[in-house]
Antibody
């Protein structure tokens, strides 16, 4: 059974960098053919897609965040990561990692991590 | 960006009621749409993919329909465990976007 687990600090100071890692078990992120990525949800609000990465390093970013966000993948550790620079209180959210999609397979976002709350505060 | 507009934003219903949630896309997205259920403190759970395909393990009282720009999620007979927030999501083009959510509450 595929499992995804987010990890990283729960508190980040304004103007600093938020870094999260998603560890995948039950599937290989390099051989499965799937894209992987991040979605966030501010407390009490809706969902926002952040970025997607393929094992080759190919990426897609939400233009609203692109200038501050980097997604990367480490196939040797079966992990992928998210970095958000120059954070503000508006970046306070639950961050979810998810298995995104695979070409030729209908649908997306079948598997999600449990989510991790990141608070931006001094 | 493709805007996804869900209606209603909230509804009150009783156990056994038929519930319909609508999602409209600002442009055609073929059937590149999914429906998700989210309960408090939990990650979203996929119910429907490709607009009308039922996710394995999801009860058959859930169904989806639509193509192009208008989609519906129907719960044929609401059960106590169905009280949650529901989101539609388009993956036809980047940036992927979600509807604002529909909260289904107990009447």
């Amino acid at each position: 059974q595929l499992q995804l687990q987010e990890s990283g600090p729960g508190l980040v100071k304004p103007s600093e960098t938020l870094s999260l890692t998603c560890t995948v078990s039950g599937d290989s992120i390099s051989s499965s053919g799937y894209y992987w990525g991040w979605i966030r949800q501010p407390p009490g609000q809706g969902l926002e897609w952040i970025a997607t990465v393929y094992y080759s390093g190919r990426t897609n970013y939400n233009p609203s965040l692109k200038s501050r966000v980097t997604i990367s993948i480490d196939t040797s550790k079966n992990q992928f990561s998210l970095r958000v620079d120059s954070v503000t209180a508006a970046d306070t959210a639950i961050y979810y990692c998810a298995r995104m999609y695979k070409f030729g397979i209908p649908g997306t976002l079948e598997y999600w991590g449990q989510g991790t709350l990141v608070t931006v505060s001094s | 960006d493709i805007q996804m507009t869900q209606s209603p934003s909230s509804l009150s219903a009783s156990v056994g009621d038929r519930v319909t949630i609508t999602c409209r896309a600002s442009q055609g997205i073929k059937n590149d749409l999914g429906w998700y259920q989210q309960k408090p403190g939990k990650a979203p759970k996929r119910l429907i993919y490709a607009a009308s395909s039922l996710q394995s393990g999801v009860p058959s009282r859930f169904s989806g329909s639509g193509f192009g720009a208008e989609f519906t999620l129907t719960i044929s007979s609401l059960q106590p465990e169905d009280f949650a927030t529901y989101y539609c999501h388009q993956h036809n083009s980047y940036p992927w976007t979600f509807g604002q959510g529909t909260k289904v509450e107990i009447k």
